[in-house]
């Protein structure tokens, strides 16, 4: 799922709805939880227009709503999002969800990880992390990943990438690497470009608990608009 795609899943407001056939469910009293089937079959979708933060609505609400949606309706919602061969890596949605919901809130506890990560301004893996003191407006920014040999090849890593000062999560989704090597990278531009700051990049494993294995933290002072 991206970033656009969970905030669909959390948001409380709704720009336009599609409803997909209503299936009972029963609670442990054997009674239909109507409220449980209405709130699964919801798939909000969001225009571009509009920032959204992690301010917009609480864990606490985003949690209850991944606790109230049957196994059916969340196993759907992560199919519907996913190439099947992606989808079928998370043994168990519910749990790959608990933990996006968990890591979308988690602030960067800056813990030591098996892995590496830095940034630059090219795909080639930097000895250092470029200096991003001054970059342009709308300049490609590359995370590199370094496993080490550590982690478990895969061709597919999960990551998170945020604004500190906004609270803003700019990349929240699975990302397509090289499985057969350490050093892979995943390459943004934010939509309405960068803006002075601090950013993190957090990678994880891509599986039900969203291991994390790397991470970086840097700042921008200065955005240069060439426009």
């Given amino acids: 799922m991206s970033k656009q795609q969970m905030d669909a899943v959390l948001v409380g407001q709704t720009t336009s709805q599609e409803t997909q056939p209503v299936q009972t469910i029963n609670d442990s009293s054997g009674q239909i939880n109507k409220e449980a089937v209405i709130q699964s079959q919801q798939i909000i979708k969001r225009g571009d227009s509009g920032k959204l933060t992690t301010n917009?609505?609480?864990?606490?609400?985003a949690k209850q709503l991944i606790d109230n949606m049957p196994d059916y309706a969340l196993e759907q919602y992560v199919n519907k999002f996913m190439a099947a061969d992606a989808s079928d890596v998370i043994q168990n949605k519910r749990r790959f969800a608990e933990r996006a919901?968990?890591?979308?809130?988690?602030?960067n506890d800056n813990q030591k990880l098996v892995g590496n990560a830095k940034v630059s301004f090219d795909y080639f893996m930097p000895e250092v992390s470029a200096n991003t003191n001054q970059?342009?407006?709308?300049?490609?920014?590359?995370?590199h990943l370094d496993t080490r040999g550590e982690i478990p090849t895969?061709?597919?890593?999960?990551?998170?990438?945020?604004?500190?000062q906004t609270g803003q999560v700019l990349l929240f989704e699975k990302?397509?690497?090289?499985?057969?090597?350490d050093h892979n990278w995943v390459s943004f531009i934010p939509t309405e470009g960068?803006?002075?700051g601090s950013y993190d990049v957090r990678f994880y494993q891509f599986n039900s608990e969203l291991q994390p294995i790397a991470q970086t933290t840097y700042n921008i002072y200065e955005v240069v608009d060439l426009n």
């Fill in 101 to 107: 919901v968990e890591e979308l809130y988690n602030e």
């Fill in 135 to 143: 970059v342009t407006k709308f300049a490609k920014i590359y995370a």
């Fill in 194 to 196: 960068w803006q002075a």
């Fill in 175 to 181: 990302k397509n690497i090289s499985a057969n090597s």
């Fill in 56 to 61: 917009d609505y609480s864990k606490q609400q």
């Fill in 154 to 164: 895969d061709k597919y890593v999960f990551v998170k990438w945020i604004n500190n």
